[in-house]
């Protein structure tokens, strides 16, 4: 029996929703101080499937997400790059963004947008923002609820030149010296536990590591501030821990067929900052006690 689109979202997420009370119910002496919302490379674009991705499909598993994220009010939702997919045109590359932001656009908490290679493969970073709600600067930092949260962005080519146009291989990433000095002062001027986005991955995972990311990993060891780092890229979902710091990759919303190839998440931070990933769809979940 065929499922109207919206009747299916609707089950699955009683489904989600169930599972999800399960987990909670497993230590209910734990309450998050924060929520936050986690989804990456949706690579929504309006042309054929290629391999494993179905570039349409993602709008489809962005609507569940969203409505998953409203049920269940975060502070805020990160996505950790690669909105959409290249096309052969700004102007076509600019409709797919506004079409798949408009579904974005539905989540009810504050939105935040890390750049990923394919954001920008055709587009340049201002007009990526332009169309988005995305923050007016590429990489900044914030806060919410006692903690601190950096967005990075490693869509630099070796030289320092910004990705556009279609004038970078995505295996040359980097963290621009400015970037890392701005870096480290901002984690100076924080007392408060620290959380990192990005989309390129900084731990140790080439090719899909920023060139810098020991560069990088040395100036967030050396606060002692930052807890974890979320990212992308990569499609899969991995771990690792270096110097204390989880280094946590989630796992690709585009790769796969239909809803149940989807994968999203949702982090709770703990009053004493253990970490608590719940991952939904194809999303692994993980549990981090306070270090």
């Avoid at 970073?125 to 600067?137: C, G, L, M, R």
Wanted: glycine content about 6%.
């Amino acid at each position: 029996m065929n499922f109207p689109r919206r009747t299916f979202i609707e089950h699955s997420l009683l489904c989600l929703a169930g599972l999800n009370a399960l987990a909670q119910a497993k230590d209910a002496t734990q309450k998050p101080l924060l929520r936050v919302g986690l989804l990456t490379d949706l690579h929504y674009a309006d042309k054929p499937e290629r391999g494993s991705r179905v570039y349409r499909d993602t709008a489809t598993k962005l609507e569940e997400a969203v409505a998953f994220f409203n049920q269940n009010s975060p502070q805020f939702v990160v996505c950790l790059g690669d909105l959409i997919d290249k096309a052969q045109s700004v102007e076509t590359e600019i409709q797919w963004l506004q079409h798949i932001e408009s579904v974005f656009a539905k989540t009810q908490a504050p939105r935040h947008y890390v750049l990923g290679n394919h954001c920008v493969a055709t587009l340049t970073k201002q007009e990526f923002i332009t169309h988005t709600a995305a923050s007016k600067t590429s990489h900044y930092s914030f806060d919410s609820g006692g903690f601190h949260f950096i967005v990075l962005d490693a869509c630099f080519t070796s030289d320092g030149t910004p990705y556009g146009r279609e004038n970078f291989d995505w295996k040359d990433a980097n963290i621009p010296p400015a970037q890392l000095e701005w870096l480290r002062s901002d984690l100076a001027a924080t007392a408060l536990p620290t959380l990192v986005f990005a989309h390129q991955r900084l731990d140790e995972a080439a090719p899909h590591s920023v060139r810098n990311a020991a560069a990088v990993r040395e100036i967030l060891a050396q606060s002692s501030r930052v807890l974890a780092v979320f990212q992308g890229h990569s499609h899969r979902n991995d771990y690792q821990c270096i110097a204390g710091i989880h280094y946590c990759t989630l796992v690709a919303m585009i790769e796969g067929a239909g809803t149940e190839n989807s994968g999203y998440a949702l982090l709770e931070i703990m009053e004493d900052r253990s970490l608590r990933l719940r991952g939904f769809r194809r999303q692994s979940s993980h549990d981090w006690p306070a270090s």
